[in-house]
């Protein structure tokens, strides 16, 4: 990122003794969404409040757009924040909520009017201008606030937890009308959210956040397929982890001793691996294959289906190894017929590519 839009530089802040934020450097492209991903008290908000004024750094510094934010108070930043509570007047209309913003900026009334009227079509709420908040529903308010926040063309915006106050069907919708209203705007988006599907849906990149600290920044598929550490591959999506040793490297491959498999497999070896090395080696549940006939595969291991739960698309097993440890396992459903599929108590087998593993060292 030759020039980038956003730049954090070693930012730490302290409250008193406790450190929130320690040592943070990113970089965020101009028009990209980038999300703040981690769970609570990690930092997250804390480093959004930087971005918008509403704190000053212990350490470090942020540039927005070339310009260094020290000193500039959040009202002169180039930057707009959505609250997780939307912040709507009750009393206040729809455009007036939306052209609140636009009272104190150097534009004629003819003018506010149509960028309120621009906005509202942006987020397609044209003909619900005139009702109250408590007139429209939950996501039509995520909206109103969506367009307040735009009406004054802020350079960045921020949202803190923007679809937490939705259901999960709504969140869902939404999620892709915030990206289309984001490409259509080319602003710049930095959301904070403790969801990762909702991460993983809306983000260009994402930075995992623990402690204070940035744990791994990348897309949204480096981090689900490619963690850096045991505590990125816990927090990202299903997975279910071994300990493990090194028992022969060749090539790009790595044989692993794992105790709970009662067998050697063969996974994808990572930089700096070394012979006798101990490990973690992790899968995803998706990532196996489960049958009830021992499959021609690199990496069997066999099992008897403990726990059985059926969701329609998909299918959860729980499956207990012959050490006694228990491994997930996600089927999914492609015929509507029942028939040939393993049942609780069934002796299984489970086999897995050696990319499908993950080998971490830390």
């Not at 769970?39 to 470090?60: D, H, I, Q, V, Y």
């Not at 307040?148 to 802020?154: G, K, S, T, V, W």
């Amino acid at each position: 990122m030759a020039d980038p839009f956003i730049r954090i530089e070693g930012v730490s802040k302290k409250f008193g003794t406790f450190q929130a934020v320690q040592d943070v450097s990113l970089t965020v492209a101009q028009g990209e969404i980038f999300s703040l991903l981690g769970g609570s008290g990690c930092g997250k908000t804390t480093l959004l409040r930087m971005l918008a004024g509403f704190e000053e750094p212990t350490e470090g510094r942020i540039f927005i757009d070339g310009q260094d934010m020290a000193g500039v108070p959040p009202w002169q930043r180039p930057v707009h924040m959505m609250f997780q509570s939307y912040a709507l007047f009750p009393h206040m209309s729809v455009e007036k909520n939306v052209g609140y913003g636009l009272k104190h900026e150097d534009m004629t009334a003819a003018a506010r009017k149509a960028r309120v009227a621009e906005m509202l079509e942006l987020v397609q709420l044209s003909p619900f201008g005139h009702r109250k908040p408590h007139q429209i529903s939950g996501g039509q308010r995520q909206r109103v606030a969506l367009a307040r926040a735009l009406a004054r063309q802020p350079k960045l915006l921020l949202l803190d937890e923007p679809l937490a106050a939705l259901d999960k069907k709504l969140r869902e919708h939404t999620q892709f009308e915030l990206m289309s209203i984001q490409e259509r705007t080319g602003v710049t988006f930095i959301v904070v959210t403790h969801d990762q599907e909702e991460a993983m849906t809306l983000s260009d990149r994402i930075a995992v956040m623990d402690k204070g600290r940035v744990k791994q920044v990348g897309a949204p598929t480096e981090i689900y397929e490619y963690p850096n550490s045991r505590f990125v591959a816990g927090f990202i999506g299903s997975i279910t982890a071994f300990p493990g040793r090194v028992s022969a490297l060749a090539g790009d491959m790595a044989t692993v001793q794992v105790a709970a498999f009662q067998a050697a497999v063969q996974a994808r070896a990572v930089p700096g691996l070394t012979v006798g090395q101990e490990v973690t080696l992790a899968v995803r549940p998706e990532k196996l294959v489960i049958s009830q006939a021992r499959p021609e595969a690199e990496n069997v291991i066999e099992g008897q289906v403990k726990d059985l739960a059926y969701f329609g698309k998909d299918s959860l097993y729980r499956i207990t190894l012959p050490s006694g440890d228990l491994i997930s396992v996600h089927s999914v459903n492609a015929g509507r017929s029942a028939g040939g599929r393993p049942d609780w108590d069934d002796k299984v087998y489970l086999s897995f590519a050696p990319p499908a593993a993950i080998l971490l060292v830390e």
